[in-house]
């Protein structure tokens, strides 16, 4: 039944089909005959998660309401927030930024501020269901082994989304009333992803500098924190007592966030449709000027190919900052490799596989910029040479810029521990080569600016990435110790390869 | 006794050539384009020029038929072919982060054009085309009529003896469409051999030397406007006979296969 037009709940009916749609066509890279094999995989990888969290937090479902519990509920629930905050930034700057209906809904003459009181809304429900596949398998094990008390978890995962979308919405119209519109677009997206790692690698940098170890663990069981902290009656431990399922705090968590939402709508919807034009005034560029030397040398069409990527590359500052975001959670890393520089050699078994896996993750992304984010398919396509010769400059190009950025880590390295850097340099080379391949495979025609959302066109081909990188990453650290031992894991990061290989569209046809 | 030269191969020859998706979008066609000629494309919607034109530029894979271009196989040694075509679309697909002079840089790179040579012509051509106080200016903030230019002047940099052009002038003011004229009319004088579609019939009627109207992808018509009007008029009762427009003549033509399916 359709509701009157022009009407909250109508606009509610239409966002919700357009979002629907949206997620369908993402999560079966809109193949829709695809639907039952990615729910089959979205249902196995939740059943997945389930052992994974068992092992993680099930020793720990009845544990006392002491400020250790209380700290460690708090600190994961923060680190998720943040993550949630990033989610909702960035699903705030593209509702400015997209322009795919905002001319009829402005031009229309129905009142808009409901249209975009809704789509806060959305936005605050997508980012709380983004956060439950991964949130729910935890709080799952903790209802099963400490009792129905845990379902408050649910609650404050609510809770949460709601706070974040209100915190997200003003974050980023702030910067819009600070920079404008024009530097808004790249500076919130640097801020969520900024916003996303900091607080991790702030965990693991401090854990660092103070025990000598990247686990965060550590510090959150130290006892000069726990002394730190506020005493067990503090306001601030009330999302932690909400997760546990005490009624007050989860109430008031609850109320408080939804009131900051509902803040957040009633002020914003209402300018949103400004924000909304002058968002759209900026989709012409400003004149730049760039001198350069140009038909100074014979060109080969491979030295173009790969000469024009890294151009690109290197004049884009959204898409560098989004390629070399990665790059971030190397600094834990290179922080122990630092402190440990003069001790054994335990800090470089952990930073190895960290190398690893930061190298595949980065090839992953130029790769899909290199391969699929072809502004000019049909020129590259239409020169007089072999397809594969194409290919090949384009992968010159990924791992060229991963070996100028990851060089001088495994140099570092090296002096430290030659046999380190040899496992350092081939595990590198191996992962990039392999996240560089699943991105050959799942290749589709994109604009390079949708590169934040090659993760969603084929959730497949991340998948396949993250878990390749994973295992080349185990594969590294296992080696550092026992090459033999390190044929198992490199086993299964070639399964996941074949894998992917075997279920990717391309794989049946030539390029 | 003279040497008699051998017969010099048309600049594109299709035969039998079908594509089909979900319903057969080519279907059979037969086309020969001789040496520097200017060969206008037109047709419905959904007659299938586009889909003809990218397998010509070596962008789709034909499910049957053969194309020739200069005499050489396309579908067997499709870089050779390549090397002598240029392929211009309707949405211009540059560079943002590209100057108007370094995309010329990259084009000739692609296509092996000796340094010196290719700055030459990329100078030429940003006069031409009105470039060259933008030639340094990233394209970023240029306009669907620049943009088209430029996407042009990396299609003549590299000289190719056959240019394929599909809907060039869609979206392009006045002026725009003027230069693009003038260069496509230039560069048909100086022996180059041109195939475009439009949907601007006068702008057929103006520059074609020959026309080949297509529906339901097949070549239903072919030849000067005067030997269409001929054709029209032996199909239907129309002014198309006595010196009537491209348009009437179109409307005539493309009238009895409609009714036929």
């Known amino acids: 039944m359709s509701a009157t037009a022009g009407t909250a709940v109508w606009f509610a009916q239409h966002e919700s089909r357009l979002v629907w749609r949206d997620w369908i066509s993402m999560i079966t890279a809109g193949r829709r005959e695809r639907l039952r094999i990615v729910a089959m995989g979205v249902v196995a990888f939740i059943l997945f998660m389930h052992f994974v969290a068992y092992w993680v937090v099930g020793p720990h479902a009845g544990a006392a309401i002491d400020k250790q519990t209380l700290l460690t509920i708090t600190t994961s629930a923060l680190l998720s927030w943040m993550l949630m905050i990033s989610q909702a930034m960035e699903s705030i700057t593209r509702a400015f930024y997209a322009r795919s209906d905002l001319d009829l809904i402005l031009a229309s003459p129905v009142n808009s501020n409901k249209l975009f009181g809704v789509r806060i809304a959305t936005i605050a429900l997508g980012t709380t269901l983004m956060a439950l596949p991964l949130a729910a398998p935890f709080i799952d094990v903790l209802i099963a082994r400490g009792g129905w008390r845990w379902l408050g978890a649910y609650g404050l995962i609510v809770a949460m989304g709601a706070a974040a979308t209100a915190l997200a919405v003003g974050l980023t119209v702030a910067l819009f009333r600070v920079l404008g519109a024009r530097r808004t677009r790249f500076v919130a997206q640097v801020v969520a992803a900024v916003i996303g790692a900091a607080f991790v690698i702030g965990l693991q940098v401090v854990a660092i500098l103070s025990y000598g170890t990247i686990s965060r663990a550590a510090l959150l069981q130290s006892k000069p924190l726990l002394a730190l902290a506020p005493g067990l009656g503090s306001v601030l431990w009330w999302p932690a007592r909400a997760a546990l399922g005490q009624t007050l705090p989860l109430v008031a968590v609850l109320a408080t966030s939804f009131a900051l939402l509902a803040a957040a709508v009633i002020l914003v919807a209402p300018r949103f449709g400004n924000y909304a034009i002058a968002a759209a005034g900026v989709g012409n560029a400003s004149v730049v000027r760039s001198r350069r030397n140009a038909f100074r040398k014979r060109l080969t069409p491979r030295g173009a190919l790969r000469r024009k990527e890294w151009i690109l590359l290197r004049r884009d500052p959204w898409l560098m900052s989004q390629t070399l975001m990665q790059m971030l959670y190397l600094v834990p890393p290179a922080l122990m490799l630092w402190r440990g520089f003069d001790q054994d050699n335990s800090a470089l078994q952990l930073v190895v596989p960290v190398l690893v896996m930061a190298a595949g993750q980065l090839a992953g992304g130029l790769a899909w910029l290199a391969i699929s984010g072809e502004d000019a398919p049909d020129l590259v396509a239409t020169a007089p040479v072999p397809r594969r010769f194409i290919l090949g400059a384009k992968i010159e190009a990924v791992l060229g810029a991963v070996a100028l950025i990851f060089t001088p880590l495994v140099v570092a390295i090296a002096v430290a521990s030659p046999w380190h850097a040899l496992i350092a340099a081939a595990g590198i080379g191996i992962a990039a080569a392999a996240s560089t391949a699943v991105q050959f495979w799942f290749r589709s025609q994109a604009k390079r600016s949708q590169f934040r959302r090659r993760q969603v066109s084929s959730r497949l081909a991340t998948f396949a990435e993250a878990f390749s990188s994973i295992g080349w990453a185990a594969t590294a650290a296992v080696a550092t110790a026992s090459l033999s031992l390190a044929i198992a894991p490199a086993v299964l990061a070639l399964l996941v390869l074949g894998g992917a290989y075997v279920l990717s569209p391309r794989a049946h046809t030539a390029w | ?261």
């Open chain 2, 1 to 261: 006794m003279q040497p008699i030269a051998p017969p010099k191969p048309a600049a594109l020859a299709i035969q039998g050539l079908v594509k089909r998706f979900d319903r057969p979008a080519v279907d059979g066609l037969e086309l020969t384009v001789r040496t520097g000629e200017f060969y206008a494309l037109v047709g419905p919607n959904g007659a299938g020029k586009t889909t003809t034109l990218r397998m010509i530029a070596g962008l789709l894979r034909p499910d049957a038929g053969s194309i020739h271009i200069g005499g050489i196989d396309a579908l067997a040694d499709p870089v050779a072919a390549k090397q002598i075509v240029a392929w211009v679309s309707d949405e211009p697909m540059i560079y943002d982060k590209l100057t108007p002079r370094e995309y010329l840089e990259f084009v000739s790179g692609l296509w092996g054009v000796e340094p010196a040579l290719a700055a030459n012509r990329a100078e030429t051509l940003l006069d031409w085309l009105d470039l060259a106080p933008h030639a340094d200016e990233r394209c970023e903030s240029f306009s669907k009529g620049m943009r088209q230019k430029i996407a042009l002047a990396g299609a003549l940099v590299h000289e190719p003896r056959v240019i394929i052009l599909d809907e060039p002038l869609t979206g392009l003011d006045a002026g725009s469409s003027r230069q693009v004229k003038n260069v496509l009319r230039e560069r048909a004088r100086s022996g180059g051999t041109i195939v475009m579609t439009t949907h601007i019939l006068e702008v057929a009627e103006r520059m074609a030397d020959r026309i080949g109207i297509i529906a339901h992808g097949k070549l239903i018509a072919e030849g000067t406007l005067e030997e269409l009007r001929r054709q029209a008029g032996t199909h239907a009762h129309t002014d198309a006979r006595d010196g009537g427009s491209l348009e009437e003549t179109f409307l005539a033509l493309v009238a009895e296969p409609a009714q036929a399916a």
